[in-house]
C-alpha cells in the first residue's frame, strides 16, 4: 500500500503542471507505455514486451501510426552509415581514418565495419491493436503499420508487441562497453512511437541527430545481472529490495547468493522519453538539491575521476538552484547524472556524459545537458525542425550557469558570449551558411550544423536583448517556460512570448535570422563637426534591419546616446546605458540605404561616434562601426 501511495503522490505532483498552451484550439497525442525488458549483459540482446495505450487528441482520423526503431541505424548500409561517407567532415567519433596508398587521408564509416554481433537491431516480432495483428512494414529505422481499424478523434487505442533488441558497439550516444568502459548506455532503445501533431506525422529516419516525442507516462521494468547498477529517467518504485544506493536510509538490502538477477521498476509520469544507463562497476551517490529533488551521480570507480566527480554535486545544485530562479522551477523529483555514452545528451530526468574531463569540463557538460530539461525536454520542442532552440537556448542560458557556479566574473567582458558570436562570424566569412530553418540532418557539413544549432542559435537570445533589453528578454525567458512547458512551442511561440512581454513586433527579427542567411553590416560612413554642430550618416550594407544604439565619445570623457527605432518594430527601447544622456531620433525605414542626422554639441569637441559597444548586434564587419572625427 505504501508503495501505491508514494506513486500516486509522483503522479499527482506532476498533474499540476500539465500544459497549459495559449494557442486556441492546440493539442497533443498522448502515450502510456508500459515495457518489460530481460537484458542479456552477456551478449547484450535483449527482449522486451510492450503495450502501449495511444490517445489520439488530434481532429483526425489515423489509418496508420510509425515507430521509430532507433538501433537499426547502427548496420551496416543504413542511412547513417551512407551519410558518414557522403559528408565532408564526418563526425570523428563515428570514423577511422587512415592513409591510403596515395598518401590521403582515408575515412571509413565504423558503422560499416560492425559484425553481425556487434551492430545494433530492433525487431518487432508481433504487434496488435486492440486484440487484432496489424500489417506492419520495416523501412531503416522506421517500422510502418497499417492499423486494423481507424483510431478517431478524441479516442484511445491499445497496441500490444514483443520485441528483440541488440545493443550495438558504442559508435554514436547508445551502445555498450563505451570508450571509458561503461557497459550500457540505452537512449533510444524501445520501437518508440513517433509524433503526430498539427503539422502532421513525424516519421523521420534516424540519419545523425537530434529527436521529437509523444509526451505521456512511462512504466518500465529492466531486468538484468543483479551486480548490474541502474540509473534511469523516472522513480524507482522498488529501491528497497533493489539497494545499490537507492534505498531509504537506514534499510540493509540482502540478495540471495543464489538470485542472478534483479528488477528494476521506473515510473515516469508526464515525459516524452526514457533512457537508461547501467555498470556492474558504479558508484552510486546521493545528494538532496533545491525544492526536495533528489539528485544521482552513478559513475565509475576509477581514481582518476572520482574527485572530479564528487566535487561535481554540489556545484550541480548551484546549477539546479540557478535554473529554477532564472527560467522556472523544475517540476520532477529526480535527476541523474549517469557517466555513458560518447560526450553529453540530455534525456528526460537524466543525462549521459562521459565522466573523464577536468572539472570545469564536467561543470560545463553537466550544466548544458541539465538546462536542456527545460529546453528540449519541458519546452519539447521539434528538434529535428528547430534545432537551434534546444541547443541554443540551452547554450545560452548555461553559459550563464556556468559563470555564476564556478564564480568568473560576468563584467570581465562587455560581451561574454563572445565565443558564439565568433563562431558565428567564421561561417559567415566561410560563404557557407543554412538557415537555421534548415532540417537538422540535411545542413551541408557538421561544422554548419554546429554553428548554426549552438552558436547561431544562442546570438538569437543574446541578440534579442540588444532589440528589446535584457530584463524583457529573460522576462521573455520565465514567460515562454511558463505558458508552454510540457508542449510542443514552436518557434513563432516563442516569438510571440516575447512580442507579449515587451510590446514590441518582432516578425522581421524571427524571419531574417532563422529562415535566411541575412546578415547584419552598419557603417558609419560620414562624420562631420562644425563649431557646436554635428552631423552623422549611417549605411546600411547587408539586408538584415535592426535598431541602433550610437554613443559619441566627447573628447572631455562625456558620451551621449541616440537611438534609432527599427520601423518595423513600431515600439522603442529603453536606455540601456541610463547612466548616459539618450535622445530618441525617428525610425530608420528598410527601404532607405542611410540615415542621416544633425545635432548640438553644446561646445564639445567630439572624439569618435560608435555604434553598439556592447557588441551584441551580431554585425558582421565591425572595423566600420567606429569612426574618429577627423
Not at 504487434?127 to 506492419?136: A, P
Not at 512547458?485 to 513563432?492: E, L, M
Request: proline fraction near 4%.
Amino acid at each position: 500500500m505504501k508503495k501505491i501511495i508514494i506513486f500516486f503522490s509522483l503522479i499527482s505532483s506532476i498533474t499540476w503542471a500539465q500544459h497549459n498552451n495559449p494557442n486556441p484550439g492546440y493539442w497533443q497525442q498522448h502515450v502510456d507505455y508500459k515495457m518489460d525488458i530481460q537484458m542479456n549483459v552477456k551478449n547484450f540482446q535483449y527482449s522486451g514486451t510492450q503495450e502501449l495505450i495511444y490517445t489520439n487528441n488530434s481532429p483526425d482520423t489515423l489509418k496508420k501510426v510509425f515507430y521509430h526503431l532507433y538501433f537499426n541505424a547502427f548496420q551496416p548500409g543504413s542511412e547513417m552509415d551512407v551519410r558518414l561517407t557522403s559528408i565532408a567532415d564526418p563526425d570523428k567519433r563515428m570514423v577511422k581514418s587512415f592513409k591510403g596508398g596515395d598518401g590521403e587521408q582515408v575515412k571509413i564509416s565504423k558503422i560499416s565495419q560492425l559484425k553481425p554481433n556487434e551492430i545494433g537491431y530492433i525487431k518487432v516480432k508481433e504487434l496488435t491493436q486492440d486484440g487484432e495483428q496489424v500489417k506492419t512494414k520495416v523501412v531503416g529505422t522506421i517500422l510502418e503499420v497499417d492499423l486494423a481499424k481507424p483510431i478517431l478523434p478524441n479516442s484511445k487505442t491499445t497496441f500490444n508487441m514483443t520485441f528483440d533488441g541488440q545493443v550495438p558497439v558504442m559508435v554514436r550516444r547508445a551502445g555498450r562497453n563505451s570508450a571509458e568502459g561503461v557497459a550500457l548506455s540505452m537512449s533510444q532503445w524501445y520501437p518508440k512511437m513517433a509524433e503526430f501533431d498539427f503539422e502532421g506525422w513525424h516519421a523521420d529516419p534516424y540519419i545523425g541527430r537530434e529527436f521529437h516525442g509523444v509526451w505521456g507516462n512511462f512504466d518500465v521494468k529492466i531486468t538484468l545481472d543483479k551486480n548490474y547498477t541502474v540509473g534511469a529517467t523516472g522513480y524507482l518504485q522498488n529501491k528497497n529490495e533493489i539497494g545499490h544506493g537507492y534505498q531509504d536510509a537506514g534499510v540493509k538490502v540482502s540478495i540471495p547468493k543464489k538470485q542472478k538477477t534483479l528488477t528494476w521498476h521506473f515510473v515516469a509520469p508526464n515525459v516524452h522519453d526514457f533512457a537508461w544507463g547501467a555498470d556492474d562497476n558504479f558508484i552510486h551517490d546521493k545528494l538532496m538539491g533545491p525544492n526536495g529533488v533528489e539528485l544521482h551521480f552513478l559513475y565509475k570507480r576509477d581514481r582518476e575521476i572520482v574527485k572530479n566527480w564528487k566535487e561535481l554535486q554540489p556545484a550541480t545544485v548551484k546549477l539546479l538552484e540557478y535554473f529554477n530562479e532564472t527560467i522556472g522551477e523544475y517540476p520532477y523529483k529526480q535527476y541523474s547524472v549517469i557517466q555513458g555514452g560518447d560526450g553529453g545528451m540530455e534525456y528526460a530526468m537524466c543525462t549521459l556524459i562521459t565522466g573523464k574531463r577536468s572539472l570545469p569540463s564536467l561543470v560545463g557538460v553537466t550544466a548544458h545537458e541539465l538546462a536542456h530539461k527545460w529546453f528540449q525536454h519541458l519546452l519539447a520542442t521539434n528538434e529535428s525542425k528547430h534545432e537551434w532552440m534546444d541547443e541554443g537556448f540551452t547554450t545560452f542560458i548555461s553559459d550563464f550557469a556556468v559563470k555564476t557556479v564556478l564564480e568568473k566574473d560576468l563584467q570581465e567582458d562587455e560581451n561574454p558570449f563572445r565565443s558564439n558570436y565568433n563562431s558565428y562570424f567564421y561561417m559567415v566569412k566561410k560563404e557557407h551558411q543554412n538557415p537555421l530553418s534548415t532540417h537538422a540532418d540535411r545542413y551541408d557539413d557538421n561544422m554548419n550544423y554546429g554553428i548554426s544549432a549552438y552558436s547561431k542559435g544562442a546570438v538569437f537570445i543574446t541578440q534579442l536583448a540588444y532589440v528589446i533589453g535584457w530584463d524583457n528578454t529573460m522576462k521573455t525567458l520565465k514567460r515562454f517556460y511558463h505558458d508552454y512547458k510540457f508542449s510542443h512551442p514552436t518557434p513563432n511561440d516563442f516569438k510571440r512570448t516575447a512580442e507579449r512581454v515587451s510590446g514590441a513586433i518582432l516578425d522581421w527579427y524571427l524571419v531574417d535570422w532563422t529562415q535566411t542567411t541575412n546578415t547584419i553590416d552598419y557603417a558609419i560612413k560620414e562624420l562631420k563637426q562644425e563649431e557646436n554642430t554635428a552631423s552623422f550618416t549611417l549605411e546600411r550594407i547587408e539586408k538584415m534591419p535592426m535598431p541602433i544604439d550610437l554613443y559619441v565619445e566627447y573628447e572631455d570623457g562625456s558620451m551621449e546616446s541616440f537611438y534609432i527605432p527599427n520601423t518595423l518594430m513600431r515600439w522603442e527601447k529603453a536606455n540601456p546605458t541610463p547612466e548616459i544622456s539618450r535622445t530618441i531620433l525617428k525610425g530608420w525605414d528598410w527601404a532607405h540605404p542611410t540615415f542621416t542626422h544633425t545635432f548640438n554639441t553644446k561646445g564639445k569637441k567630439i572624439k569618435q561616434l560608435i555604434i553598439d559597444p556592447s557588441e551584441l548586434m551580431a554585425d558582421i564587419n565591425k572595423k566600420d562601426n567606429s569612426k574618429a572625427l577627423e
